[in-house]
């Protein structure tokens, strides 16, 4: 450029494509390092060429010496510097942004080679994890196909044993029903037997009593007083042992479904009472007991069987005097029911009855478990009695007790008419 002119010479463009160049080559640094490395030579050169350290070579003998004008030097370098600087921040900003792009997708590229070598570790893993899982599978279905062979003959098995268990239960049911008809054969056998004994024994009761009547009322000869009472003992027992057989004969009706005759007369109530507790009189004196009869005045006459309603009320009040220590009361009471009929009532203030017991003492063979039962004896069968001849005369019989050891109260309501009953 200093041969060609210097300051005067259009090369002053030359570096650029140089400072260009660069850019492109080396990037922007680079090439601003080349735009002021350029613009301190042309710099240097101007400089000494203005100031005569270098001697001027003229090539285009210009008419105006630009070469020693300090404007135009100035201007000259300040336009080229411009121009280097322009061409390097472009080149260079090229080369930056070619190269950001370069690593962008040198990026990409390594991303998508991570993402392709995680894609296969992934696929390997899926294999390994389904190649797992198939053989898991395949053992989970054996263990099943094992578990169902084993419940199959379980079930088998236990349907054998069911099959078994239902044969054997079919076979004692049989059993149980042949013993069951052996059993009812010979519980009637036996209650026939107990209506046979009972009829047997009431046979030579009849002119047992009749003859100590008459010896007692001295037609067969003259009775001492102490013959009289032993005779007098004598009776009352004949007569015990007459009501112990008829409860007999009743208790062997009653299981044998067989009707208890009743036969229904006139009743008057007053005398049928004293009589009742007339008989009962030297069991409670020698109990020490305030044994009391309470009737009222207008007493009604009622259709009723005397027989069996005195067995009754004897049943009751002879288990009152048993279950009432020494020392107690009982009171024995008739009178007309406020609903119509009449109503007795037996009560004492003895040993009571558990209120969940109330029902079942008229249950056959029911008797409440104490010292006092075991010691009176009986066979739990008078209450049981007493319901169904009262009920064969339509009336109803019960038992209140405010519980163990305040009392008991046995109440029996008649119909005055005597009610149809079972028998009529
Ligand atoms: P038995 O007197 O022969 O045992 P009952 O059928 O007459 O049979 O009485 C059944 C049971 O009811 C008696 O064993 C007794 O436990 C109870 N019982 C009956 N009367 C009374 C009473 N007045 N006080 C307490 N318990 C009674």
């Known amino acids: 450029m200093y041969f060609a002119g210097g300051p005067e010479s259009t090369w002053g463009f030359l570096p650029m494509i140089l400072v260009a160049m660069s850019g492109y080559l080396f990037g922007l640094w680079a090439s601003l390092a080349y735009a002021f490395v350029a613009i301190a030579l042309l710099s240097a050169m101007f400089g000494a060429e203005y100031f005569g350290l270098l001697p001027h070579q003229p090539l285009f003998h210009m008419a105006v010496a630009y070469w020693n004008n300090y404007n135009y030097l100035a201007d000259y370098l300040f336009g080229m510097l411009v121009l280097y600087l322009i061409s390097a921040t472009v080149t260079g900003s090229y080369y930056l942004a070619v190269e950001r792009s370069d690593r962008e997708l040198r990026r990409t590229a390594d991303e998508a080679i991570k993402a392709r070598r995680e894609s296969e570790e992934a696929k390997a893993q899926l294999l390994s994890a389904s190649s797992e899982l198939e053989a898991r599978v395949r053992e989970r279905t054996r263990d099943l196909e094992a578990a169902q062979a084993n419940l199959e003959n379980n079930v088998a098995q236990r349907t054998r044993?069911?099959?078994?268990?239902?044969?054997?239960?079919?076979?004692?049911?049989?059993?149980?029903?042949?013993?069951?008809?052996?059993?009812?054969?010979?519980?009637?056998?036996?209650?026939?037997?107990?209506?046979?004994?009972?009829?047997?024994?009431?046979?030579?009761?009849?002119?047992?009593?009749?003859?100590?009547?008459?010896?007692?009322?001295?037609?067969?000869?003259?009775?001492?007083?102490?013959?009289?009472?032993?005779?007098?003992?004598?009776?009352?027992?004949?007569?015990?042992?007459?009501?112990?057989?008829?409860?007999?004969?009743?208790?062997?009706?009653?299981?044998?479904?067989?009707?208890?005759?009743?036969?229904?007369?006139?009743?008057?109530?007053?005398?049928?009472?004293?009589?009742?507790v007339e008989a009962f009189k030297v069991q409670a004196e020698a109990k020490q007991l305030d044994f009391q009869l309470v009737m009222s005045e207008k007493l009604p006459t009622i259709m009723a069987d005397g027989i069996k309603m005195k067995r009754v009320l004897s049943n009751l009040i002879g288990n009152a005097i048993k279950f009432t220590p020494k020392g107690g009361t009982i009171i024995v009471s008739v009178g007309p029911e406020p609903s119509g009929g009449v109503r007795f009532e037996v009560s004492d203030n003895g040993i009571g009855i558990p209120p969940?017991?109330?029902?079942?003492?008229?249950?056959?063979?029911?008797?409440?478990?104490?010292?006092?039962?075991?010691?009176?004896?009986?066979?739990?069968?008078?209450?049981?009695?007493?319901?169904?001849?009262?009920?064969?005369?339509?009336?109803?019989?019960?038992?209140?007790?405010?519980?163990?050891?305040?009392?008991?109260?046995?109440?029996?309501?008649?119909?005055?008419?005597?009610?149809?009953?079972?028998?009529?």
């Open 356 to 424: 969940d017991q109330l029902d079942k003492i008229f249950e056959k063979f029911y008797q409440i478990e104490s010292s006092y039962t075991q010691a009176a004896g009986g066979i739990g069968m008078g209450l049981a009695i007493a319901r169904e001849l009262v009920g064969l005369h339509g009336g109803r019989i019960w038992a209140e007790s405010p519980g163990p050891g305040k009392g008991s109260k046995f109440i029996v309501v008649l119909p005055v008419e005597g009610g149809e009953g079972k028998n009529g």
């Open 161 to 276: 044993d069911l099959e078994q268990a239902r044969r054997a239960t079919l076979h004692i049911l049989k059993d149980l029903k042949e013993d069951m008809v052996k059993l009812e054969a010979v519980d009637r056998m036996k209650t026939e037997f107990l209506s046979m004994v009972s009829h047997e024994l009431r046979t030579p009761l009849t002119p047992i009593k009749a003859y100590l009547a008459l010896i007692l009322s001295g037609k067969m000869g003259e009775v001492s007083s102490q013959q009289k009472e032993a005779l007098a003992v004598v009776a009352r027992q004949g007569n015990h042992l007459q009501d112990l057989i008829e409860s007999l004969l009743d208790l062997s009706r009653l299981e044998l479904n067989k009707p208890i005759p009743i036969l229904k007369e006139p009743l008057a109530l007053g005398k049928f009472m004293k009589e009742i």
